[in-house]
């Protein structure tokens, strides 16, 4: 064989080859939002009203309700906004991690078609979800901003580091989950009857310190509570949070996605065929 000739595949690694695939990908991607977004918030009136009704329908049960029993809350004067600076960041995690684990339910029929993999469909519902998440709970947080007294000024450096750190656990949580539930469908279950008391694991009723010694060194592992305490810190100015550990949500994070990529990796035609 002259040292010219080339290996039959050799054409599949060229640039323009792998150029023409990227942007193939991009579209495919793109497609699968549009229609999550026609599917999700286009067929019901009001669709995206309804996206933003349910996290204040809960921030304001969980005021109304602690208001009640408390005389004030443990940051602040404002019940609204001490739960919704826990709560909305543990609504985008929440919110992600379910939609990514059911992506390949969701795109099930698109996948039958070789231009479309489960990488696209995962990644297109991580992307929707995350800028409805988003953009929920700025439009959450201004409105609360502007009603309640003022809380002095805002650090929006640590707003920016939680919702990051909520995309990423979302995106990792969610990508392991969806491939458990692929290869094993009664994980679903299992892990709803799991995380159904996580909102109160994550603080978002509560601040860390306020718990006994033991509990906070069990609750120190769960990664959602230094998000919520984190977010908390830019809207409180004197709450210092000294026990979070940013790395550590970032590791976490990056263990748990990098197995759930290998276990959808290795399992993807088997849970394309179940």
Known sequence: MSESASPPYAKALTPASSQKRRFTTVRVIVALMLREISTQYGRTPGGFIWTIIQPLGMIMFLSLGFQLMLRQPALG???LLFYASGYLFFSLFNRLSNAVSRSIKFSSALLKFPVVTWGDSLFARFFVNALMGILTGILLLTWILLTVESQGPIDFAPVAVAIGLSLLLGL??????????????IWAVVWDILTRPLMIASGVLYLYEGLPDIAQKVLWYNPLIHITALARTAFYSTYPAAFVNIWYVVYVSLVVLLVGLILMRKYALVILNN
């Not at 969806?178 to 094993?184: E, I, K």
């Open 77 to 79: 004067t404002s019940f």
């Open 172 to 185: 990792a949580v969610g990508t392991f989950n969806c491939a458990l539930m692929g290869v094993f469908p």
